[in-house]
């Protein structure tokens, strides 16, 4: 069993598989980065990307990579680092603070993109996260669009890799609902 998803090396299949619907080198926002697998992969495709995490040794990871540029913001305690500025797309992995919702509808640019895949409940089951304040109730994350983004694509299920856990993923564009 992985014990911290975001030390994966390999970029979740779910980004992977949206990642062209993120306008070409528009510049792309990665929240809760971790080591910075998703601003790596975005900037090996020529984005700009800005990476933003709380742990600066997770962020010193990423400030040889050509194409990154790194934020250390408290995104749960702190004000809103991106106020004003706009996104061609915002990935989220494997993160849940639910009041940062507004937050990331707001920040994406026309046609942007946001591609968000995390723990729903019923993960506890398998192990952490455990507390509900990280685990997407049913529908969720289809409720934080509804009526200000256009779904693309939408999964809510049972997933054995990289462990055994229950997420909601959706893709989901800043364009006429």
Not at 58 to 71: D, E, H, N, Q
Not at 159 to 164: A, C, F, M, Y
Request: proline share 9%; net charge neutral; charged share 20%.
């Amino acid at each position: 069993m992985i014990s911290d998803p975001h030390d994966l090396a390999v970029p979740s299949a779910w980004v992977t598989r949206w990642a062209d619907r993120v306008p070409a080198g528009g510049r792309v926002l990665d929240i809760a980065c971790g080591n910075g697998r998703h601003a790596r992969y975005f900037a090996a495709r020529g984005h700009p990307v800005e990476a933003v995490d709380r742990d600066p040794a997770k962020l010193a990871a990423l400030a040889s990579v050509s194409g990154v540029t790194t934020r250390c913001a408290d995104l749960e305690g702190g004000p809103w680092p991106y106020e004003g500025q706009h996104f061609a797309g915002i990935v989220v992995v494997n993160y849940l603070h639910r009041p940062l919702f507004p937050h990331l509808v707001a920040a994406l640019a026309p046609e942007g993109v946001l591609i968000y895949d995390t723990f729903a409940i019923g993960t506890e089951k398998y192990g952490r996260p455990s507390n509900p304040a990280f685990l997407l109730q049913p529908g969720e994350l289809l409720e934080a669009v509804r009526g200000r983004l256009r779904v693309i694509a939408y999964e809510a299920l049972f997933v054995s890799d990289p462990r055994p856990a229950l997420v909601q993923r959706i893709c989901a564009a800043n364009s006429p609902v």
